[in-house]
């Protein structure tokens, strides 16, 4: 076989078609096992937190939002989602939480590989680099208004916090349709483990199965 | 065998210098915008709160400057130099060269505007805009065919190892980005999308930086010393094993994540691999070296690829321990891993590429360097700007990643990192001070006047 031949098919393509399928489809389909979940099988109703936004800022929140209905907690989570990577916020916040260096004591629960199987992590969001803590846990450890002081000041709540300002995600000193997105975004990340999304669960579950009886 | 063409019939010279100015422009912006990231890291941004200089975005800024404005631009103008040199066969078409020249460009400032509008897409060192990708993979192709046409002229003549990794790098860019930009993005969610997007940061140096880099070192490095190079077959076997084992390390940059760990402990073995047949090329350099280290004194050149290539051993070294899961446990996600990317991408790659230009931007402009002694700042106030960086990086690295395992206070690894932080700023400002002299000097000396006889 001619030399540059050899060269571009067998390293160029040869190699990299080799790791391709050692490093790449064989995780892949490893972890293809279980379905890829859509907005409205892992969201099939708004978050409290997003119900509580609305009445924390009406005007607001019926300017952008209208009523928080299902379509519009998707319509939040989807452009919080957007903004954390136009903002480049995975740059310095990682969204996954290791078994190592107390990682589980500090954060919460270790992440597992089907917590990801869904469209909004279509990109993931790991992340590589944690100037400030990790967010995967991030839902319910802190209250609406926190997050929105939060954003508009860091500094205001967390003193030494070096997190910019995003003063844009507001009209005035109130969240515009960007900082309501963000909020419920937060509040959403690791939703599926907190202590009040399970005890929520198993309180519906229960309702299910008493009104399954007395029919 | 025939008689070649002259060198200089072989070589669009002009288009070469265009690509080096736009290179160093965009060089000088990346910097830029990485000395605001710092300042904001010190709580010193002068931009808070205006949107377009939002530091998420500009920190995308200058990873993509930096990879596509200074990097790429560069590489193309050192094919352009060394491909029709060592081919005997000038690229495909001059047209087509200042098409891409155009195309390129065009490229990297549509991906600045769009990151800085707000509009990214969550690929590290691929953060270019979702719209721009499809562009970017048309000019890629381009130039894979402008290159490739004079390679594949060469029928059966033997090929320079310099050949062989330009060669396969042409192959792997345009696999390289459409994997790591596509699939992640519109297939793969979750930890599978990490596990190619983990391919795709590292492939993105690994298979088209790194076989540029190598390729480049191997010509320049001989026509600099005169004297052919130590090994042919340790810079052969270097190119197998960079093949082979370079592609296999992926993972590595999500160790500890929901990744399968079968996948985790593979890219810890072929890691440590890599770093051996890194030892090839180092090893290759300094034998060649040996008998000309006067050369180190006299030629600016033969200054930076050295340096370069002791970082390269202080990295490779240092990856060789860190890529363990010992190490991970406490270096993972610090500034640690900041450090050690400066180090690869600025102390290696980008030494050799100002090393390469010294050479080269007098050749292309056809006029002497304006300043000798420009140079000579610029050499020293990077190389010890560097040294400072990352050693005040990885220190930092430390500090932050032990206080994160004792459980300390999430503001106490901020405070901390502090003092480290001003160290950074001001290492950077060091190289900054020294690339704005070089890109001075070499204006300079484009604008001076011909030599008459020339």
Known sequence: ?215 | MTEKPANRELVYAEIIKYHFACGVSFFLIALTAGFFYALVLTDLNPLEGIEIFSPGRWRMVHTNAIAYGFLINMFIGILYWVVPRLTGHPVASKKLSWLILGAWQLIVLLAAVGILLGDAQAIEWGETPTWVDHLAVVGVALLVVNVATPLFKTRGEKLYVSLWYFGAMLVWTPLVYIMGNYLPQYLVPGAGGAAITGMYIHDLVGLSVTPLGWGMMYYFVPVLLKKPIWSHTLSILGFWGLAFFYPLNGVHHFFYSPIPMYAQYGAVVSTIAVELVVFTVIVNFFMTLRGRGDLLRSNISVRWFFVGMVFYFITCFQCAFHTTLTFQKIIHFTDWVVGHAHLVMFGVFGFWMIGGVTYLWPKVTGREWWSAKLNAWNFWLSSIGLVFMFLDLTGAGLVQGFLWADLAQWEKSIQSSMPFWHGRTFAGAMIITGQVLQVFNMWKTAKSPAPKNG
């Open chain 1, 1 to 215: 076989m001619e030399k540059l031949a050899a060269i571009l098919l067998i390293a160029g393509l040869g190699c990299f078609a080799f790791a391709g399928l050692l490093t790449g489809y064989l995780p892949v389909s490893h972890l293809s096992k279980v379905e890829v979940k859509t907005l409205d099988e892992i969201a099939p109703e708004p978050s409290l937190d997003f119900i509580d936004l609305s009445k924390r800022y009406p005007e607001q929140f019926k300017k952008y939002y209208g009523e928080p209905t299902k379509e519009a907690f998707h319509k939040a989570l989807r452009l919080g989602r957007d903004t954390y990577i136009g903002e480049a916020c995975w740059h310095c916040h990682s969204q996954f939480i290791r078994p190592v260096s107390n990682e589980d004591i500090r954060f919460g629960k270790v992440s597992w590989a089907d917590e990801y199987r869904n469209e909004m992590f279509l990109p993931h969001l790991f992340g590589t680099r944690r100037v400030g803590p990790d967010l995967i846990r991030e839902s319910g450890r802190r209250g609406n208004d926190w997050h929105v002081a939060h954003f508009y000041d860091p500094q205001l709540v967390a003193p030494l916090s070096i997190m910019p300002r995003y003063t844009w995600f507001f009209d005035g000193e109130e969240p515009n349709e960007v900082g309501i997105a963000m909020v419920a975004y937060m509040q959403w990340l690791g939703s599926w483990t907190t202590p009040q999304k399970i005890a929520y669960q198993e309180l519906k579950e229960a309702q299910a199965k008493k009104e399954e009886a007395t029919e």
